[in-house]
């Protein structure tokens, strides 16, 4: 046991080191989810789990995708499979805080801007998000965070939260971000029946719903920007 636990940790060891000396870039998909498997899985041989891994889950992301269902039965301990999901959030928040960290009164005055701002908070969601960013009089951004996850996007209760942000913020206009999970940014009639709600809901409190973004496989589509559906916001 000790000459195959001596193994491992040189294995180990040295992929460790071949990280902080040369990064990710020449490494294999399988060696990077067996290099982060080491912080699950002590003293195992992860060699053979990543492959698994890979080949049940079909890609590198598809991996960091997967329910933590689907990863425990694949082997993982509960433990190690919140570790796997952990990942994607983790680098959605270190790109906001380090690259697309707004602070209030920030200018977001453009459809490329806005796309920037949102993308980053859909990293790793493979859930169908609505997230929204309120705007002062001037055009300043004051408040931005997800208001819901699943399948409730439409529902009442949602629009109800979304007046109750902008009148507690003060908020002179909103835009609204919607991922979707089929991979396409293009409307849905779901999306319209909630465009449709919401901007009737925020007429009644003087809020504007500047924009609606549809986001999906990080690629937006801003609705001002189709013109079959532009009417739907003014």
Do not use: W
């Not at 949602?158 to 293009?186: M, P």
């Not at 496989?217 to 189709?226: E, R």
């Amino acid at each position: 046991m000790s000459e195959e636990k001596g193994i491992h940790d040189g294995h180990r060891n040295r992929l460790r080191e071949r990280f902080l000396k040369c990064g990710l870039e020449k490494f294999y998909d399988h060696q990077v989810i067996e290099l982060l498997l080491f912080y699950g899985i002590p003293r195992k041989d992860t060699n053979d789990i990543a492959h698994k891994l890979l080949d049940r889950f079909g890609s590198f992301s598809g991996i960091f995708d997967a329910p933590v269902e689907a990863l425990e039965k694949c082997g993982l301990s509960y433990n190690c499979a919140v570790f796997i999901k952990l990942i994607p959030a983790v680098c959605s928040r270190y790109y906001i805080d380090k690259y697309h960290h707004s602070e209030p009164d920030e200018d977001k005055d453009s459809i490329e801007e806005l796309g920037e701002y949102f993308l980053p908070h859909f990293i790793g969601v493979n859930k169908e998000q609505l997230f929204i960013a309120l705007f002062n009089e001037k055009g300043r951004l004051i408040y931005g965070d997800a208001v819901s996850r699943g399948s409730l996007c439409c529902s009442d209760v949602n629009v109800s939260k979304i007046i109750s942000l902008c009148v507690e913020n003060d908020a002179a206009s909103i835009v609204v971000a919607h991922s979707h999970t089929n991979g396409i940014s293009l409307p849905t009639k779901k999306d319209t029946d909630m465009i449709k709600r919401l901007k009737s809901s925020l007429k009644a409190i003087g809020v504007m719903l500047a924009d609606f973004f549809i986001i999906a496989d990080m690629q937006y589509t801003a609705i001002s920007t189709l013109e079959d559906f532009e009417d739907l916001l003014f």
